[in-house]
């Protein structure tokens, strides 16, 4: 297949982690497409990146709850580039709150919190894969979280959150497990406890947190997949 600059597509690419990762990307040489819920956000944000990347940055509405505006966004990625090389599933929230109890569970925001970070990234992967599998190239990076690891969790906080990224790492394996062969890699990461809107008490840089998903954004063909990854290294499910 060519290779001429890749093509990748990054969910709330509007400010936080995926505006760092978009820009990381840019950096690199991709095209990238940034997508936001509002439009007018997502073109302000690509064409400031597009003035100083040696890549292409463009801008695109889409919101990952709303099915419509999913089938949209990918059909317009499609018809005017052709691939989809990259996906990177970083749109997410985290509305539940320390205070939060599992044996207390407020439905609502539990409701609000698994259609955006699991049935939105869920539903976007949907979008994406037969493309990349027709193409035999592919690469599929789902942020997700330490607060999501089966294995690390001691801690009753936030169960809507966790629970919503636990679940996306279960889409990581067994979509990985579904594509194994295919060329489509598929990883999930944790970017750690990172200054953005989410956490603004962190101290950890958007530059570091970016970091490990735009490196399994852009693995070789023989990097891994079905797995989960913090700074570049194993984390326990
Ligand atoms: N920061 C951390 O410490 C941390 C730690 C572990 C994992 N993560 C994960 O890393 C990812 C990025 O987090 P962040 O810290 O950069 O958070 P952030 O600053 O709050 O940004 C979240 C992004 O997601 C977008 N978004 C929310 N709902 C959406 C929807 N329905 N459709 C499309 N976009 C939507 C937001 O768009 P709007 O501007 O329109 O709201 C925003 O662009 C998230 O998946 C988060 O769970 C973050």
């Known amino acids: ?9 990054v969910t709330g ?3 936080g982690i995926g505006l760092e990762i978009c820009r990381q990307l840019a950096e690199r040489d991709y095209h990238v497409v940034l997508t936001a819920r509002d439009p007018d956000r997502a073109d302000e944000q690509a064409r400031s990146l597009d003035a100083t990347c040696p890549g292409e940055v463009s801008g695109l509405g889409l919101d990952v709850v709303d099915a419509e505006s999913v089938v949209s966004a990918f059909r317009h990625v499609r018809t005017h580039h052709g691939r989809i090389d990259v996906f990177v599933n970083n749109a997410g929230i985290a ?4 205070e939060h109890r599992p044996s207390a569970p407020d439905f609502t925001r539990v409701r609000r919190t698994l ?3 699991l049935l939105g990234a869920w539903r976007c992967c949907a979008e994406v894969v037969p493309e990349m599998r027709a193409r035999g190239y592919g690469r599929i990076v789902n942020l997700s979280s330490t607060m999501a690891s089966l294995d690390l969790t001691g801690s009753a906080s936030s169960p809507a959150y966790r629970i919503s990224k636990t679940g996306l790492n279960m889409l990581t394996r067994t979509l990985a497990a579904e594509l194994e062969g295919t060329g489509v890699l598929v990883n999930a990461a944790s970017p750690g406890y990172t200054r953005t809107d989410m956490s603004p008490d962190a101290e950890r840089p958007v530059e570091v947190g970016a970091d490990t998903p735009v490196w399994l954004a852009t693995l070789p063909d023989t990097g891994p997949t079905g797995q989960f990854f913090f700074d570049r290294q194993p984390l326990a499910w």
């Open 115 to 117: 259609e955006t970070n």
């Open 1 to 9: 297949m060519s290779t001429a600059r890749r093509l990748a597509v």
């Open 95 to 98: 509305v539940d709150g320390p």
């Open 13 to 15: 690419g509007n400010r």
